[in-house]
């Protein structure tokens, strides 16, 4: 190690940052100044990646938890030969460059995940794991390991004191994931105070209760951290905690050490600072020797996947099939109508809840898509999403496609994201559709990054009954409609269910959730099932017909759909009831297609969901009826909830009328 040289790039990398950051007046300067020595072992070191080829299977997957100290990652990525050229980082939040406020998935080359909101990146990174875990037991093979990286995550007090990153700390250490190394960036402040005033845990006692081995050092100290790394890298058995005790907002005196270092308060002191670390009045400088250094390690990181390369091509010429399976990922494009001849139809006389005819579902097509994996928050027997045969994955048996994610909401969101990032496998998960509010976040980033997560979330309606307003979600199906690029299904049928299941696996650009019924319901055979299933991959379609000239139109979804269907054989002829189970696929379809669904002519419409009905008017209009529930349930029999909220034929009937 060339510490003489890694000192000089991390001084550098601190000007690089406080330009950048005075340059906007915008942005966070602690973790860049306060981490320059972690950032500089890592990226001028230790780190196996390859500038050329960000994307590398067996590269060293590297999150920055803290995504407001982005300048770190983008300042050693620039360093390191990633394509960010210097002009990229002097472009620091400004539209359209490649150095946005936070880390960005896919927008910048060397990022792995979208961050910023705290702790999400700690789940992230134990997602990776996950996958890196699965990746190595089910491609390695005796003769030729392909894939033997690690995961390593920088985090600061905020993110751990995120209710997240503890809930999928703690399923790292159970599931002794020692392909994770999380660094700790302990400068003992936070964004208000001194974080004396926050905090006062042993939270090394706390990860090494967990499961996990702890080592404290000198953030600072260049051999410590390098030691501390190689250490962590070698263990076996347990993820691995590197507390690294830094100075906050580091180089600027004015700031350092005190909340104050946070943000850009210190930016306005870039000139004294700049004098203060030795680097010339230049902006944006970096060294020539620096430059020469990382040029240098490039090309050594180069030659070593080169190396790895030649492992690659011999075990995939041996292994053409687990090959072909690697290379296409979580992104291998899906047949449907392979997929559906898959699937066997439901008997017309069917009836049976959605959550019960997905496990039906899911089964075909997780031995047709050995890609997919499942998950459930500790209610796999509710939500029925148990790939039979698939094994659970635990230490030892890291095949398994069964994820166990215990009681822990929100980091099965973040870690299903982590997985979806990786590329590798196809993350689905599982729990109650009330609980959908304790993993919003990590699905709202799941939207935002375009990550093809599927969530089967069930109990999705006043219909749980008994166990009261607590568990029966009125309004968290449509408040999770209006997360823009997540696509809401929510079958009527067997059919539907089996249509919905599909259109989340034929979807690669953004994530899928399934709202599914605990209470049984009928097959609708108003339509052929072929007709039901590919309906639901336009979101709306017809699934009675009128007979007479038209008059009403009953839209439904869910559950609800049969009281439409029953509805309309007591209003007559002139009525037709449209399945509406995705607002978001249907409003994308072409306005040729929509009105030949809903024609603007007829105005006499009426909606009817077990949840609240402010969504349902822009296709009622003005002039027509919603019948919703804009209140908080009952705790009763479902049926009887349903009759009393108005859930009904008749109320259907009556509103038409």
Same mark, same amino acid.
């Given at each position: 190690?060339n ?21 906007c007046?915008?942005g ?6 306060g ?19 960000p994307?590398?299977?067996n590269?060293?997957r ?31 939040r ?5 150095t ?20 999400q ?11 890196g875990?699965?990746?190595?037991a089910?491609?390695?093979t ?55 005033k ?18 404290t ?18 263990a076996?058995?347990k ?19 005190t ?14 600072a ?11 400088? +970096? ?35 687990l090959?072909a399976?690697? #290379? ?16 066997p +139809? ?49 230490p ?34 599982a ?7 304790y ?34 979600p ?20 067997a059919e539907? $269910?089996?249509?919905?299941f599909?259109?989340?696996? #034929? ?9 599914l ?8 055979? $108003?339509?052929?099932a ?49 399945? /509406?189970?995705?607002?978001?696929r249907?409003?994308?379809?072409s ?41 908080f ?7 009887t +909830? /349903?009759?009393?909220?108005?859930? $009904?034929?008749?109320?259907? +009937?009556?509103?038409?009328?």
């Amino acid at each position: 190690m060339n510490k003489e040289l890694l000192q000089k790039a991390a001084t550098q990398a601190r000007g690089l940052a406080i330009d950048a950051v005075h340059a906007c007046s915008s942005g966070h300067l602690g973790l860049p100044l306060g981490a320059a020595e972690i950032g500089s072992v890592l990226f001028g070191e230790a780190l196996s990646i390859n500038p050329d080829e960000p994307r590398w299977v067996n590269r060293d997957r590297f999150v920055l938890s803290a995504g407001h100290g982005s300048m770190f990652i983008y300042s050693w990525l620039h360093l390191s030969g990633f394509d960010l050229p210097l002009e990229e980082v002097k472009n620091f939040r400004q539209l359209h460059s490649k150095t946005p406020g936070h880390p960005e998935y896919m927008e910048t080359p060397g990022v792995e995940c979208t961050t910023g909101p705290l702790g999400q990146g700690v789940g992230n990174g134990v997602g990776f794991a996950i996958s890196g875990k699965m990746a190595a037991a089910k491609f390695n093979t005796d003769e030729h390991k392909i894939i033997d990286s690690n995961i390593v995550v920088l985090a600061g007090d905020g993110c751990l004191q995120e209710g997240v990153a503890q809930e999928a700390s703690a399923l790292a250490g159970h599931l002794k994931l020692d392909n994770l190394i999380l660094f700790y960036d302990s400068n003992d402040v936070t964004l208000d105070a001194m974080a004396v005033k926050s905090q006062s845990e042993d939270t090394a006692a706390r990860y090494e209760a967990m499961g996990w081995d702890v080592v404290t050092i000198d953030g600072h100290d260049l051999d410590a951290i390098s030691e501390a790394y190689s250490a962590a890298k070698a263990a076996v058995g347990k993820p691995q905690l590197i507390i690294c005790k830094t100075e906050i907002g580091r180089g600027i005196p004015e700031v350092a050490g005190t909340s104050a270092g946070h943000g850009e308060g210190g930016a306005k002191y870039a000139e004294s600072a700049r004098k203060g670390l030795g680097l010339p009045e230049e902006t944006f400088y +970096v060294s020539d020797d620096v430059k020469e250094y990382f040029a240098s390690k490039k090309a050594e990181r180069v030659a070593a996947y080169e190396s790895w390369l030649e492992t690659y091509t011999a075990w995939k010429s041996a292994n053409a099939d687990l090959a072909a399976q690697l #290379e296409a990922g979580a992104s291998a494009p899906v047949d449907v109508d392979e997929l559906f001849a898959a699937i066997p +139809v439901t008997a017309d006389d069917a009836k049976v809840a959605t959550r019960g005819s997905g496990s039906s579902v899911l089964q075909p097509i997780a031995k047709a898509r050995p890609e997919l994996i499942s998950g459930s928050a500790d209610l796999h027997g509710s939500t029925k999403n148990y790939i039979k045969d698939g094994g659970d994955f635990l230490p030892g048996s890291e095949t398994g496609r069964n994820l166990l994610f215990g009681i822990r909401e929100h980091a099965m969101g973040a870690l299903m994201n982590g997985i979806a990032y990786d590329g590798i496998f196809r993350a689905s998960g599982a729990t109650f559709m009330v609980f959908a509010d304790y993993c919003r976040a990590s699905i709202r980033l799941a939207a935002l990054a375009g990550l093809p997560t599927i969530y089967i979330f069930t109990h999705d309606s006043v219909g749980v009954g008994e166990d009261g307003p607590t568990h029966q979600p009125v309004e968290t199906v449509s408040g999770l409609r209006v997360i823009p690029n997540l696509d809401v299904i929510r079958p009527g049928d067997a059919e539907e $269910t089996a249509g919905a299941f599909v259109a989340a696996m #034929e979807r690669l650009d953004g994530p899928t959730m399934l709202s599914l019924t605990r209470q049984n319901i009928p097959n609708i055979n $108003t339509a052929s099932a072929d007709v039901r299933r590919k309906g639901v991959l336009k979101g709306g379609y017809v699934i009675k017909e009128e007979s007479a000239e038209l008059e009403t139109i009953l839209i439904a979804t869910g559950s609800e759909l049969q009281h439409a269907i029953a509805a309309a054989e007591e209003l007559g002829a002139g009525t037709r009831v449209v399945s /509406m189970p995705s607002m978001f696929r249907f409003d994308a379809q072409s306005d040729e297609y929509k009105e030949s669904v809903l024609p603007k002519a007829c105005t006499k419409r009426i909606a009817i969901e077990a949840g609240v009905s402010g969504l349902w008017y822009k296709y009622v209009g003005t002039e027509g009826k919603v019948l919703g529930i804009d209140r908080f349930g009952i705790s009763a029999p479902g049926d009887t +909830v /349903m009759g009393i909220l108005g859930m $009904t034929a008749a109320n259907i +009937v009556a509103a038409a009328k």
